[in-house]
């Protein structure tokens, strides 16, 4: 019997040998690291929308509910989650006591991991990473955010030693609002031009809500909402109608540092949560799990902290590079539209066709909950992916502080 199912699992995969760059990342072989489930919940409006009184910790327990209830995996086997998280110190707790609550075992490990924006795309790479180097067999990441709580500003400026060092160290005290006006500024992107990408944004996601795109990655969960039960299902943020002669009018956000950047054409403060399971391809085909798609790999790159929202032209072409691609080989490309002015900016920049970015709106009409983001990313673009029968996905997001991440993976549910 076990020599039967090694061959059948040996017979799925292909070699790799002589293959061109695409050939060989979509090709398929036991040690690749596949997702089997990616999930997430509504993105839920900051403060005042379905999720605002369930905490990180219940978040982070909701969702991870849904994994085991979805995967059906025995969640013995799971070796280790890693929680994506910004604003919350006590993130490393939550996910720990939130795996065990939710039917993991005491064995299963957790952990959390923070690199603002790509916090949740950082937790993918690093359990990713434990599987490649056989430390675990099978993971979860997670990407979590409960912003109805609070944001993660700085409570003091940073030591003289630091400040006075130099204009970079210095300039990681600048708000998003003003790095994002120092773009558009420097970049000479104009209100108008923000505002029509915004309108865009919007009018895409809300397309892609009234044709149901988004209900097979959103997996529906009960919570309470001053005190009752309430079942969501359906993102919150999306505003049907919004036009740009709408946007047009709406109040600059950030005088004291420009008038370009605004409530409409900025992303929103969002609570939300999403998971990603990944295991091996082999262990994947013995326990008969479904194969979304491949992780092919990751990458981050640092630039000037007052330019942060332009990371992903720099992220990019370094991950593109790495696996000798082209932009012409991307077929979905999920950016995080963290401000209208940096995904004007990548967008052209990095020659992206728009058929093919953020086909379902970004995080201006959806939300960005910011742990939460760079694992969402993954389940909407997957999903996309499915929908046009199309392969390779590239996910990326400018970061906090000057950086940029991106994210490869291939799609093999064609």
């Given at each position: 019997?076990?020599?039967?199912?090694?061959?059948?699992?040996?017979?799925?995969?292909?070699?790799?040998?002589?293959?061109?760059?695409?050939?060989?990342?979509?090709?398929?072989?036991?040690?690749?690291v596949v997702i089997?489930?990616?999930?997430?919940?509504?993105?839920?409006?900051?403060?005042?929308?379905?999720?605002?009184?369930?905490?990180?910790?219940?978040?982070?327990?909701?969702?991870?509910?849904?994994?085991?209830?979805?995967?059906?995996?025995?969640?013995?086997?799971?070796?280790?989650?890693?929680?994506?998280?910004?604003?919350?110190?006590?993130?490393?707790?939550?996910?720990?006591?939130?795996?065990?609550?939710?039917?993991?075992?005491?064995?299963?490990?957790?952990?959390?991991?923070?690199?603002?924006?790509?916090?949740?795309?950082?937790?993918v790479q690093d359990?990713?990473?434990?599987?490649?180097?056989?430390?675990?067999?099978?993971?979860?990441?997670?990407?979590?955010?409960?912003?109805?709580?609070?944001?993660?500003?700085?409570?003091?400026?940073?030591?003289?030693?630091?400040?006075?060092?130099?204009?970079?160290?210095?300039?990681?005290?600048?708000?998003?609002?003003?790095?994002?006006?120092?773009?558009?500024?420097?970049?000479?992107?104009?209100?108008?031009?923000?505002?029509?990408?915004?309108?865009?944004?919007?009018?895409?996601?809300?397309?892609?809500?009234?044709?149901?795109?988004?209900?097979?990655?959103?997996?529906?969960?009960?919570?309470?909402?001053?005190?009752?039960?309430?079942?969501?299902?359906?993102?919150?943020?999306?505003?049907?109608?919004?036009?740009?002669?709408?946007?047009?009018?709406?109040?600059?956000?950030?005088?004291?540092?420009?008038?370009?950047?605004?409530?409409?054409?900025?992303?929103?403060?969002?609570?939300?949560?999403?998971?990603?399971?990944?295991?091996?391809?082999?262990?994947?085909?013995?326990?008969?799990?479904?194969?979304l798609a491949k992780?092919?790999?990751?990458?981050?790159?640092?630039?000037?902290?007052?330019?942060?929202?332009?990371?992903?032209?720099?992220?990019?072409?370094?991950?593109?590079?790495?696996?000798?691609?082209?932009?012409?080989?991307?077929?979905?490309?999920?950016?995080?539209?963290?401000?209208?002015?940096?995904?004007?900016?990548?967008?052209?920049?990095?020659?992206?066709?728009?058929?093919?970015?953020?086909?379902?709106?970004?995080?201006?009409?959806?939300?960005?909950?910011?742990?939460?983001?760079?694992?969402?990313?993954?389940?909407?673009?997957?999903?996309?992916?499915?929908?046009?029968?199309?392969?390779?996905?590239?996910?990326?997001?400018?970061?906090?502080?000057?950086?940029?991440?991106?994210?490869?993976?291939?799609?093999?549910?064609?």
């Open positions: 019997m076990a020599a039967q199912r090694l061959s059948s699992i040996v017979s799925q995969l292909t070699p790799t040998t002589g293959q061109n760059p695409l050939s060989k990342i979509t090709s398929k072989n036991p040690d690749d089997t489930l990616a999930i997430r919940t509504p993105l839920t409006k900051g403060g005042k929308g379905g999720l605002k009184d369930t905490p990180l910790d219940g978040l982070v327990f909701k969702i991870l509910e849904q994994v085991v209830r979805k995967s059906r995996i025995d969640p013995q086997m799971v070796e280790d989650i890693c929680l994506g998280n910004v604003s919350d110190a006590k993130a490393a707790y939550y996910v720990r006591a939130a795996c065990l609550a939710a039917g993991f075992p005491n064995t299963t490990a957790a952990s959390s991991v923070n690199r603002f924006c790509s916090s949740g795309l950082k937790a359990i990713a990473n434990q599987i490649i180097t056989g430390s675990i067999e099978i993971g979860v990441a997670v990407g979590a955010e409960h912003m109805s709580t609070g944001g993660d500003r700085l409570t003091r400026p940073f030591v003289d030693e630091i400040v006075n060092a130099n204009q970079d160290a210095a300039d990681c005290l600048q708000p998003m609002g003003q790095t994002s006006e120092n773009v558009g500024k420097d970049f000479n992107i104009s209100r108008e031009q923000q505002d029509r990408y915004a309108a865009e944004s919007y009018r895409r996601a809300e397309a892609a809500q009234k044709s149901g795109w988004f209900d097979d990655e959103i997996t529906p969960i009960t919570v309470k909402v001053d005190g009752k039960d309430v079942t969501l299902t359906r993102d919150e943020g999306i505003r049907p109608g919004t036009t740009y002669e709408g946007l047009s009018k709406i109040r600059p956000a950030f005088p004291d540092y420009g008038d370009r950047s605004t409530g409409g054409n900025s992303s929103q403060v969002t609570d939300g949560a999403a998971a990603i399971l990944l295991m091996k391809r082999s262990k994947a085909l013995e326990l008969n799990q479904p194969i992780f092919v790999g990751a990458t981050v790159a640092g630039l000037a902290p007052r330019i942060m929202g332009i990371g992903p032209s720099i992220a990019v072409p370094k991950l593109l590079t790495k696996f000798g691609l082209t932009m012409d080989d991307i077929d979905v490309v999920e950016l995080n539209e963290a401000f209208a002015s940096m995904a004007v900016y990548c967008k052209d920049t990095l020659k992206i066709p728009y058929e093919k970015m953020n086909p379902r709106g970004g995080a201006i009409a959806l939300g960005h909950p910011l742990g939460c983001t760079g694992a969402r990313q993954i389940c909407t673009g997957l999903s996309e992916c499915r929908r046009r029968k199309a392969k390779i996905l590239l996910t990326t997001m400018c970061i906090g502080t000057g950086m940029g991440m991106a994210g490869l993976f291939v799609n093999e549910q064609v």
